[in-house]
T-cell receptor, first 114, second 111 residues
């Protein structure tokens, strides 16, 4: 079956603009995660959804970042008033039911803020 | 706060050698531990998941061990091949919800 997909694969934007990043999890996976990976670093947790609700958003760096998952499948990460420091690869993962079950990652979206 | 450290940061070995990558974590109260591979410009590929009650997992030429009490895990790669060249990431499940990653070991296998 299909794995986790993310669109776009690359996004270049200007400082101050708004961006949306999309994640399609593996079909049937109820848990969805967003991570951010800066160059040369390991990924860092942003937010975790169980179904439609954000069960843990403790990793979101500030209120410019917001994520939704309205129907419990596709998720969108939204970044307002982008800053150059937001430049990174944004990774999405899904798992069958959360609770430390194996997470499967998508290819990521590389965001560049000029 | 959980911290995960991977040593070495980079490793270069000739083809055919057996090698060990190291991962340590500060808080032993973890659920599971997962090893990933990341190729340049790509996402993460899961290699092995070790549940907290297990001490090791094997898949082909890969063997991962877990010692929770000492806060350590190792990934053993047998008979290395140039195609094994990638960055290897160790991550622990903290609070059963999120992964905390190390910075990775960049592995180069020389033909």
């Amino acid at each position: 079956g299909a794995g986790v997909s993310q669109t776009p694969s690359n996004k270049v934007t200007e400082k101050g603009k708004y961006v949306e990043l999309r994640c399609d999890p593996i079909s049937g996976h109820t848990a969805l995660y967003w991570y951010r990976q800066s160059l040369g670093q390991g990924p860092e947790f942003l937010i975790y959804f169980q179904g439609t609700g954000a069960a843990d958003d403790s990793g979101l760096p500030n209120d410019r970042f917001f994520a939704v998952r309205p129907e419990g499948s596709v998720s969108t990460l939204k970044i307002q008033r982008t800053e150059r420091g937001d430049s990174a690869v944004y990774l999405c993962a899904s798992s069958a039911s959360g609770g430390a079950n194996e997470q499967f990652f998508g290819p990521g979206t590389r965001l560049t803020v000029l | 706060k959980q911290e995960v450290t991977q040593i070495p940061a980079a490793l270069s070995v000739p083809e055919g050698e057996n090698l060990v990558l190291n991962c340590s974590f500060t808080d032993s109260a973890i659920y599971n531990l997962q090893w990933f591979r990341q190729d340049p410009g790509k996402g993460l590929t899961s290699l092995l998941l070790i549940q907290s009650s297990q001490r090791e997992q094997t898949s082909g030429r890969l063997n991962a061990s877990l010692d929770k009490s000492s806060g350590r895990s190792t990934l053993y790669i047998a008979a290395s091949q140039p195609g094994d060249s990638a960055t290897y990431l160790c991550a622990v499940y903290q609070g059963a919800q999120k992964l905390v990653f190390g910075q990775g070991t960049r592995l180069t296998i020389n033909p």
